[in-house]
C-alpha cells in the first residue's frame, strides 16, 4: 500500500525515525495495523525530471525485492540522496537491506 496524501507524509517526515545511508534516507513510523505503507521522496535537487523519475524507479524496485521480508504494521518513506542518483538498482538494494536489518525491520 502507498502513501497518496500530504499529511501522511508529513507526519512521518516529523515524528518519524530515521536512518541514513550513504545513498538512501529511510524514514519509518510504526502503527498498529497489520500492513505496510511507503511513500518515495525524491528532492528537485537532485536533477531533472527525467533523473528524479529513474531515481524512483531504483527506490521502487529495490523495495519490491524486499517487501515480502519486512515486518508489517510500519509506515516507510525512503529517499534518495545525491550519491544514489548514479547508483544502480542492486546497490541500493543493498543498501536498504543493510538498513533495515540494523533497524530491526526484517522477519
Known sequence: MTLRKGWEFDLIFRTGIRANGELVRLLYLRDNTDSIKFGLAVGKR????????????????????????????????????????????????????????RRRLLT
Not at 536533477?47 to 524507479?57: F, N, T
Not at 527506490?59 to 519486512?70: G, M, P, T
Open 46 to 101: 537532485l536533477g531533472k525530471a527525467h533523473v528524479r523519475v529513474r531515481g524512483r524507479r531504483i527506490l521502487r524496485e529495490a523495495f519490491r525485492q524486499l517487501s515480502d521480508r519486512i515486518t508489517p504494521g510500519i509506515s516507510i518513506v525512503l529517499g534518495l540522496k545525491s550519491a544514489g542518483i548514479g547508483a544502480k538498482t542492486q546497490d541500493v538494494y543493498t543498501e536498504l537491506e543493510r538498513l533495515f536489518m
